[in-house]
């Protein structure tokens, strides 16, 4: 059996490090930028000049310091901070200790590969069943790049998973527009149950997957008479075609080689066999050219079918031998469809939830999350711990600002009085909460924002300086109101202020265009200020979510059937920010089989 590669005792000492880091730091990511100003956070925080902090920043940090003294307030520093006031005196300081405690920097993550070798050599039990490839479906043909990496990326692990534990079931919470679900069941054979708590979302996953069947299909039958082609030379004037009405009204197109296509699934065919000469020509060395199926999946895709033969030109013998063939690919397909299916399923899930309620024949299965959203993501694990059936987990959260905090007394009371964060109990008897704008930092991208796809900080400045506009104009303004997205809409400051003094409600003939303007004019000067500023929370954001995500990995270690706990890194940041996913595995004699 697996054992994990670091032990509770292991992960409480991490947990401790980053802790003691974030209680120094923590006051950053929690300022709020719309207060920039208006509380002169600047002043508050930083006794560095922000082209230094722009320098060091851009630099990762790595460029020598200067050798000139910076006063007494550098004498006695902890993370860069001044022990006496508390600012931010030595940049450089402060960044090598972020990615000291950042999770590449503490070393506890596995990769995707070290996982992916460990599942394959320690089975449970001999015999389990393999993986079904099934039509080496290319996602990249139906879904954007990086939806088709991480559902590659992360189909492969759960695979895996399902083989190592013996079991044929998947359950993918937050399943969305079901795009892992539909991978899942077509590429692996695996039985999926994709519940998400939008009916828009599960009719939706289910339309896609019903095209995707037949994509699956047609592309399936589309290779093979490629291959047969590559063998035997086949004229297009030789080939026979009948058209028949389907149970539906449809009109399904009988081909020559046998098998009914319907005429979607003829839509589709046109297309492959309309690029075909340009895929057989680049799909080696220009795989961008696979994109081109994907249009094959638009049901507003016409194409001329090919011409109509009587069925009174054919022979009885022929007849004959297509009903037959017909009826047993029906057969097959029937068989087919009936062991890989995908099931969408509406429901609003916590820790509390019956699965065997959702689903009247749950065996032993896999629990999935991609990308789910704040608290779904800890009641996913939750669930794993508590219901036997399930054999393992693999869950990829986001949307950390969404997370309800059980200690911060700022936010509302936790839906269902279960909180998201802590999870573990060791950070419950620590009382510890993050704080909700330290968990917005947590959602920032460095490795984005290093490569120049930075915040939009025209919008974050605009938002500040109207907050000065309303201290000094407009006392009775009520701080809880919302101003909404009026920065996409406006076409300059002083528009956004007078779309968003109407949007509050408050009487914009007070100010002119000019002292609007004026307004603009005398903080364009600072700006940096808050560039350099929200660049220390980018610097921080690692640590904030690998502390999240320690979090969760210390409760998964805390239960003493589960047989290894792991922090995973499956995707790749530039393409997925949020790349790190919780893998459990229950000890195999402690769960139920089917």
């Not at 200790?97 to 070290?114: I, N, Q, T």
């Not at 399904?252 to 066999?273: N, W, Y």
């Not at 929370?537 to 270690?557: F, M, N, Q, S």
């Not at 790349?579 to 139920?592: D, Q, S, T």
Request: hydrophobic content about 35%; some cysteine; proline content about 4%.
């Amino acid at each position: 059996m697996l054992s994990s590669s670091f032990s509770l005792t292991e992960i409480q000492r991490q947990i401790d490090e980053v802790r003691r880091f974030l209680s120094v730091t923590l006051s950053i990511a929690n300022a709020h930028t719309v207060e920039f100003y208006t509380h002169d956070v600047w002043k508050r925080f930083v006794a560095v000049p922000p082209e230094e902090i722009l320098s060091a920043v851009s630099c990762g940090g790595d460029q020598q310091r200067e050798p000139e003294s910076k006063g007494k307030e550098q004498s006695k520093t902890t993370f860069g901070f001044c022990s006496d006031t508390n600012r931010l005196v030595d940049i450089h300081e402060l960044l090598h200790a972020a990615k000291a405690h950042s999770l590449p920097g503490l070393g506890v993550c596995w990769s995707r590969d070290e996982l992916l070798q460990a599942l394959r050599e320690n089975r449970s039990e001999p015999g389990a069943p393999t993986a079904d490839m099934g039509a080496e479906l290319e996602p990249d043909e139906f879904m954007n790049s990086k939806k088709s990496h991480e559902v590659q990326s992360m189909s492969e692990v759960v695979a895996c998973l399902a083989q190592h534990c013996g079991v044929k079931q998947v359950i993918d919470v937050g399943s969305g527009k079901g795009y892992l679900s539909s991978f899942l069941s077509l590429q692996y054979g695996l039985r999926v149950y994709g519940i998400d708590s939008s009916s828009t979302n599960t009719h939706g996953a289910q339309e896609r997957n019903r095209k995707l069947k037949k994509f699956s299909r047609v592309y399936q039958k589309y290779t093979k008479a490629e291959r047969a082609q590559g063998e035997a030379t086949h004229s297009p004037q030789e080939e026979l075609v009948e058209i028949k009405s389907g149970p539906n009204g449809d009109s399904d197109v009988l081909c020559a080689g046998g098998g009914i296509v319907t005429q979607e699934e003829e839509k589709v065919s046109t297309v492959l066999s309309d690029v075909s000469p340009t895929v057989e020509r680049h799909s080696e060395a220009n795989p961008e050219t696979e994109e081109h199926f994907l249009s094959a999946l638009s049901v507003d895709v016409i194409q001329t079918t090919p011409p109509r033969i009587p069925p009174s030109q054919l022979s009885a013998e022929e007849k004959e031998r297509r009903k037959r063939e017909n009826l047993e690919r029906k057969a097959l397909n029937r068989t087919h469809s009936a062991s890989v299916v995908f099931s969408p399923l509406t429901s609003y899930v916590t820790a509390e939830t019956e699965l065997r309620e959702l689903i009247s024949e749950l065996e032993d299965a896999v629990m999935v999350g991609l990308h789910t959203c704040g608290d779904l993501a800890p009641s996913t694990l939750r669930m794993f711990v508590a219901k036997p059936e399930l054999a393992a987990v693999c869950s990829v959260g986001c949307c950390y600002h969404l997370l309800s905090e059980e200690f911060d007394h700022a936010q509302q009371e936790c839906s269902h009085g279960v909180c998201g964060f802590p999870l573990s109990q060791y950070l419950r008897d620590q009382s510890w909460f993050c704080g909700r704008n330290a968990r917005m930092s947590a959602c920032l991208a460095l490795e984005r924002v290093s490569l120049g796809q930075g915040i939009q900080m025209e919008s974050l400045f605009y938002r500040a300086v109207l907050h000065v506009i309303l201290r000094d104009h407009y006392s009775s303004y009520k701080s809880e109101k919302r101003v909404g997205n009026v920065y996409s809409k406006a076409k300059s400051f002083v528009d956004y202020v007078r779309r968003a003094l109407r949007r509050l409600e408050l009487d914009e003939s007070k100010l002119s265009d000019d002292d609007i303007q004026g307004y603009r004019d005398t903080y364009r000067t600072r700006m940096g200020e808050m560039r350099a500023f929200n660049m220390l929370k980018v610097t921080l954001a690692p640590c904030i979510e690998g502390l999240i995500l320690l979090d969760r990995l210390c409760y998964l270690k805390e239960q003493d059937d589960v047989s290894l706990s792991a922090l995973v890194q499956l995707f790749d940041p530039l393409l997925s920010p949020r790349c790190y996913a919780v893998v459990g595995l229950k000890r195999y004699g402690n769960r139920v089989t089917s």
